[in-house]
């Protein structure tokens, strides 16, 4: 068995794509460094992230299927599902067989596999667009704790600083370590943690305080549905939201 | 009083406005400024009634000159009364929206004073939001019948949607739940309205930085199961007032009992699944291609409370089918029980591919529980039933009791086989049958 085994960023997936085309093998596994457990069986091959080979797979998959595959399979690549990797070499296999029309592949089990788990992504984020509350800690800056099942913090950001351009924010994915930080200039990814448990000024207090008051004043009693609210706003989310928590 | 009261009154005077949808406008942030829109809109919450919370809901204020029996804020009812300032209505929205809290505002009012006054009160907070906070989030404002024109067209360069409640189904409604209410003076705004929309879109033509005039468009709202209306004269007005006034929306809120006035029905809970159904057939109406006169006629009158209306169509009108999927166009394909917008453009596409087999359809996300009693799959029919209206009934019944799709309806049915029977206590409501 051949496992394939890279450094876990976008790249270093691209450049194992290019290798394995190279030497004319394929794979059984593609996996990042941190979940790899060797043994006897297996026949690992370190890949060596190099960014000249990795643009060459990205403006191939551009250019020769379409973008729309290319950002499917980034899509696949943040949802960080199981295996995620051997389903985007798969995809973008048949993807330079068919070309352009691979999306229309709906019989096929590797495009269908993709446009459930891109679709599952596309949801989150959208659902996150509006889950995430942002908390007034100083100085203009206000911090957002999240925990969502896929790596999308990157995919909202763009939307905030578009909307809250005038502040500074934080959008903190806790379980993944990792913020989206924007100092009303730009945004970019860090490594994040929080050392100390926050305290909120009595203003912050005050707001969450409405906001609750409302939350409970706009229900209907007489419709109260608390399956259709599940349904919509799963309770894995409910942990940082003022009004549930 | 505290703005913590004033908010739980003015928001809880609010809910039964069913609109809070953020949909429909472009609007970009400015330099400096604060929020945009977002195309499709932004649920940000959904409250424990299971509806979303997009928007920051409120009435500006909840004194009330009028008295309509339907409404829990009328001028006879004994409950607390309270009035926001547009300083304290800015406040909220932008501390709300700055914590992501909401997608913007819902501003409506009661008549407080005069319809005038009260126009003046929601166009100055608009305005400052607007202009000296430069806010540029969602903004949906009701319009009150009877305001000056010059007041509402000035609103309506400063929002994204205007709305203006028509209430209830038919005049004889109004007559008789909202005496002081007409039919004109409701319709009147909102022809106003749609016409400054037109003639805004006609500017766009010509200039290149014309203002803006409520791009997301008009909605309205109306209350089902407060009069003897039928579904079908609901679907008929529906259906004109998107033709006539191309209103985005028409809400339907199932009535709340919230008065023990004569004239209203006396019913325990509000009919929410004859609400659910009449969504439903809007759907229809708005994407599906079909006219009200299809999915109801005058010996149907009200649809079907144990099956969705499309469904009910199909098995009214079963010489139509079963229809190949590999070559029935886009239209005959929507008209198919079980395959909506996304699975019929998805059979589109896939079928540029080569033929589509049944296994693929059942991957491309068609409801094959209902569907396949109407298709045929190259040729190949899986119905299990021949095509007779009753029998493909009861296995569709049948399903949906199997799957527990409709358990939490089955003890609304009953309530709901009780209904007509209640509206029949009522003598003086005899007289509501209408046309609008």
């Known amino acids: ?29 593609i996996v990042s460094d941190d979940n790899f457990q060797p043994n006897l ?63 229309l592949y709906l019989s096929d089990d590797r495009v269908l596999t993709v446009h459930k788990i891109v679709r599952r992504v596309k949801n989150e984020r959208h659902r996150m667009l509006g889950l ?71 203003e912050e207090i005050f707001f969450q305080d409405l906001w609750k008051q409302y939350f409970n004043s706009i229900a209907i009693k007489n419709r109260i549905n608390p399956r259709l609210q599940k349904r919509n706003m799963p309770m894995k989310y409910w942990k940082y939201l003022i009004e549930k928590s | 009083m505290e703005l913590k009261k004033k908010l739980e009154i003015l928001s809880a005077a609010a809910k039964y406005d069913v609109s809070c949808s953020s949909s429909g406008s472009t609007r970009k942030n400015k330099k400096g400024g604060i929020g ?47 009035t926001f300032t547009p300083e304290e209505v800015v406040s909220l929205t932008i501390n709300f929206y700055r914590r ?83 039919k004109e003076s409701i319709l009147k705004p909102m022809g106003f309205i749609s016409t400054k929309i037109k003639e805004n879109k006609d500017e766009k033509k010509i200039y290149r930085k014309p203002t803006t005039f409520v791009p997301a468009g008009q909605s309205t709202q109306l209350i089902v199961g407060a009069t003897a209306d039928s579904d079908l004269n609901i679907l008929r007005l529906s259906e004109n007032l998107y033709k006539r006034f191309n209103l985005k929306r028409v809400y339907y809120s199932a009535y709340v009992p919230v008065s023990d006035s004569p004239n209203l029905p006396a019913i325990s809970s509000p009919p929410l699944l004859r609400e ?24 149907n009158q009200n649809l079907d409370t144990q099956l969705d209306p499309k469904c009910d169509w199909a098995l009214r009108n079963i010489h139509l089918f079963p229809i190949e999927i590999n070559r029935a166009d886009y239209e005959t394909l929507l008209k198919v029980p079980g395959i909506g917008i996304k699975s019929a453009k998805r059979i589109i596409s896939a079928r540029r591919i080569g033929p589509i087999n049944y296994d693929t359809l059942k991957k491309i996300g068609v409801v094959l529980k209902r569907a396949r009693y109407f298709i045929t799959c190259q040729g190949k029919f899986y119905g299990e039933r021949s095509m007779n209206q009753e ?46």
Request: overall charge neutral.
């Open chain 2, 391 to 436: 029998k493909i009934k009861q296995s569709i019944l049948f399903n949906n009791f199997k799957d527990n799709t409709f358990t939490y309806n089955q003890e609304q049915l009953s309530m709901f086989s009780l209904y007509p029977n209640l509206f029949n206590k009522e003598e003086s409501l005899s007289v509501i049958v209408g046309e609008f």
């Open chain 1, 132 to 202: 995430i509350r942002f908390r007034y800690l100083d100085k203009n800056t206000y911090y957002a704790p999240i925990e969502p099942q896929y790596n999308i913090i990157g995919l909202v950001a763009p939307h905030f600083t578009k909307r809250l351009s005038d502040q500074n924010w934080i959008i903190h994915d806790v379980n993944r370590k990792i913020a989206a930080v924007y100092d009303k200039r730009e945004w970019y990814i860090t490594d994040f943690k929080l050392n100390r448990e926050l305290k909120y000024s009595d």
């Open chain 1, 41 to 103: 069986l297996i026949e690992a091959v370190h890949i060596k992230t190099d960014s000249e080979k990795a643009s060459k797979v990205y403006n191939s998959i551009k250019n020769k299927i379409s973008s729309s595959a290319l950002e499917n399979i980034f899509y696949v690549f943040l949802s960080e599902v199981e295996n995620n990797e051997k389903i985007i070499y798969n995809y973008l296999r048949l993807g330079w067989k068919l070309e352009n029309k691979i999306d």
């Open chain 2, 276 to 299: 659910h159904r009449i969504y439903q057939a809007d759907w229809l109406l708005r994407f599906y291609g079909f006219s009200a006169n299809e999915i109801l006629d005058e010996t």
């Open chain 2, 36 to 82: 945009n829109s977002h195309l499709s809109g932004i649920c940000h919450s959904w409250s424990d009634d299971g509806r979303c919370i997009s928007l920051l809901k409120i009435l500006f204020t909840n004194n009330c000159i009028y008295d309509c029996a339907y409404c829990v804020n009328r001028a006879s009812n004994d409950i607390p009364r309270a």
């Open chain 2, 100 to 182: 992501n809290y909401i997608e913007g505002l819902f501003l409506s009012s009661a008549v407080f004073k005069n319809p005038d006054y009260t126009m003046e009160l929601l166009l100055k907070t608009v305005k400052s939001l607007r202009t000296v906070y430069n806010f540029n989030g969602y903004i949906h404002l009701k319009a009150i019948p009877g305001a000056d024109y010059r007041l509402i067209s000035e609103a309506g360069t400063y929002v994204d949607r205007m709305s203006v409640n028509i209430e209830l189904p038919s005049s004889n409604g109004l007559k008789l739940l909202a005496p002081q209410k007409n």
């Open chain 1, 1 to 29: 068995m051949i496992y394939y085994i890279y450094d876990g960023s976008f790249e270093g997936l691209l450049t194992s794509i290019y290798d394995s085309f190279y030497r004319r093998e394929y794979p059984d596994k």
